[in-house]
């Protein structure tokens, strides 16, 4: 891989893999163990990429990798002709169709809402990015902070996590969001209450935290900063809620792996 450091430095990574060579004839589960599932999702958006650049369109792009996962889920895991309930996801695989889920649902395969500049924008940034730094861009991370707790622990992508007493910090590479649950934000406006300073306490984490993962990062992400239910909150909700739930999406997935 190739990238630019904030300090303007070129870098190049090579990584050499020695992995067995799978014939014909030999099962292509034996190759599980060697599987990076976040490597393929990281290819799959390079593979995206090239496809828009050429031409494709996003309802074709939506085809296709649908059509690619159904296959390499075919061949991955164990399941029953006709029974969706016995598809046996493997261990090595089990993240692989959430990463995909929320690739279809990122800008590398959709561009409404977004104008052409920055369609284009996300799509060489996400092609041109390390594997970690890529899949933050296709399924952002979400860190869930409480008074009283030490630290923040990761929250999945769903609306069930924005509740009134949590602050929430919404990493997609580009952007950092902090987003103040609705009772913390009615907390911080009694100033000089023990509930405010300890309020108060907990957004500094937060910030310190967020600066802490934008602090070497390039581009910087531009950092945001809303409470619950306003209207900058958008930039956290339009990640929290799909159109289509990951269950909804696995049941269609699990059938088609059947049929």
Same mark, same amino acid.
């Given at each position: 891989?190739?990238?630019?450091?904030?300090?303007?430095? %070129?870098? *190049? %990574?090579?990584?050499?893999?020695?992995?067995? &060579?799978?014939?014909?004839?030999?099962?292509?589960? *034996?190759? $599980?163990?060697? $599987?990076?599932?976040?490597?393929?999702?990281?290819?799959?958006? +390079?593979?995206? !990429?090239?496809?828009? @650049?050429?031409?494709?369109?996003?309802? =074709?792009?939506?085809?296709?990798?649908?059509?690619?996962?159904?296959? /390499?889920?075919?061949?991955?895991?164990?399941?029953?002709?006709?029974?969706?309930?016995? #598809?046996?996801?493997? +261990?090595?695989?089990?993240?692989?169709?959430?990463?995909?889920?929320?690739? &279809?649902?990122?800008?590398?395969?959709?561009?409404?809402?977004?104008?052409?500049?920055?369609?284009?924008?996300?799509?060489?940034?996400?092609?041109?990015?390390?594997?970690?730094?890529?899949?933050?861009?296709?399924?952002?991370?979400?860190?869930?902070?409480?008074?009283?707790?030490?630290?923040? +622990?990761?929250?999945?992508?769903?609306?069930?996590?924005?509740?009134?007493?949590? #602050?929430?910090?919404?990493?997609?590479?580009?952007?950092?969001?902090?987003?103040?649950?609705?009772?913390?934000?009615?907390?911080?406006?009694?100033?000089?209450?023990?509930?405010?300073?300890? !309020?108060?306490?907990?957004?500094?984490?937060?910030?310190? @935290?967020? =600066?802490?993962?934008?602090?070497?990062?390039?581009?910087?992400? /531009?950092?945001?900063?809303?409470?619950?239910?306003?209207?900058?909150?958008?930039?956290?909700? *339009?990640?929290?809620?799909?159109?289509?739930?990951?269950?909804?999406?696995?049941?269609?997935?699990? %059938?088609?792996? #059947? =049929?």
């Amino acid at each position: 891989s190739k990238y630019t450091t904030a300090g303007g430095r %070129r870098v *190049q %990574r090579v990584t050499t893999l020695r992995l067995p &060579r799978l014939q014909r004839s030999w099962d292509a589960k *034996q190759l $599980l163990p060697a $599987l990076d599932q976040k490597a393929v999702a990281a290819l799959l958006v +390079r593979q995206a !990429v090239a496809k828009a @650049d050429g031409g494709a369109s996003a309802p =074709e792009m939506l085809k296709w990798i649908d059509r690619l996962l159904i296959k /390499m889920m075919r061949t991955l895991c164990s399941f029953s002709k006709g029974n969706p309930g016995s #598809v046996m996801l493997p +261990r090595e695989a089990g993240i692989l169709p959430g990463l995909v889920f929320h690739m &279809r649902r990122s800008a590398v395969l959709r561009t409404s809402g977004a104008s052409p500049d920055r369609s284009c924008f996300f799509r060489l940034l996400a092609s041109t990015l390390d594997t970690f730094s890529s899949l933050v861009m296709v399924q952002p991370t979400l860190i869930g902070y409480q008074p009283g707790d030490g630290s923040g +622990r990761p929250l999945p992508l769903e609306p069930a996590s924005v509740t009134p007493d949590r #602050v929430l910090l919404l990493d997609s590479f580009t952007q950092l969001v902090v987003c103040k649950g609705g009772a913390l934000a009615l907390a911080a406006r009694a100033a000089g209450s023990p509930a405010a300073t300890e !309020v108060e306490q907990l957004l500094r984490r937060v910030t310190s @935290d967020a =600066e802490a993962l934008g602090a070497n990062r390039f581009p910087a992400p /531009m950092f945001i900063e809303c409470e619950q239910g306003s209207s900058k909150a958008r930039y956290l909700t *339009q990640k929290v809620n799909p159109d289509v739930p990951l269950s909804t999406f696995l049941q269609g997935l699990y %059938r088609a792996i #059947v =049929e």
